[in-house]
């Protein structure tokens, strides 16, 4: 099973429809379910890892465009990589898989969680939960 929060969904949702029709890559990371703050986390183990944020993709970047890979990302930070199908299937492609787990989206981008799924490595299809939960608030000051 892999976990996400819905506002994760929500706004990598909105960064494809935003890039449409060009595509978006880009790396997402987790937070623990004990440390979440909101009742959808409850009944989860609390080590359980949930996706909670993602980096912000850089476009400008030829190698990200290319290979899929976000060079100023460290790779310990981004346990996963969201991909965006402006034109194609929901499903991993040979550009997708440099991840354990893989989010992938198609359009129609307001479809929500039916434009929404979860790959492994291998593009196999992973069962998806979303969580209505939030990570800790952050300060810049931190």
């Not at 060009?22 to 949930?50: H, K, N, Q, W, Y």
């Not at 299937?89 to 440099?98: M, Q, Y």
């Amino acid at each position: 099973m892999v976990y996400v929060t819905r506002a994760l969904v929500d706004v990598l949702l909105d960064l494809a429809s935003e890039a449409d029709p060009d595509d978006v890559t880009t790396g997402v990371s987790i937070t623990p379910a004990g440390d979440l703050e909101g009742a959808g986390a409850d009944g989860l183990p609390p080590e359980t890892p949930v996706f909670t944020d993602f980096f912000l993709p850089d476009p400008g970047n030829p190698v990200n465009a290319v290979f899929g890979v976000d060079l100023s990302t460290p790779a310990r930070q981004a346990q996963g990589r969201f991909v965006s199908h402006p034109v194609g299937e929901l499903a991993v492609t040979r550009r997708d898989d440099l991840a354990q787990v893989v989010f992938v989206a198609v359009p129609p981008w307001t479809l929500g969680e039916r434009s929404f799924a979860a790959f492994d490595r291998s593009g196999e299809r992973q069962p998806l939960e979303i969580v209505d939960a939030s990570p800790p608030g952050q300060s810049l000051a931190e």
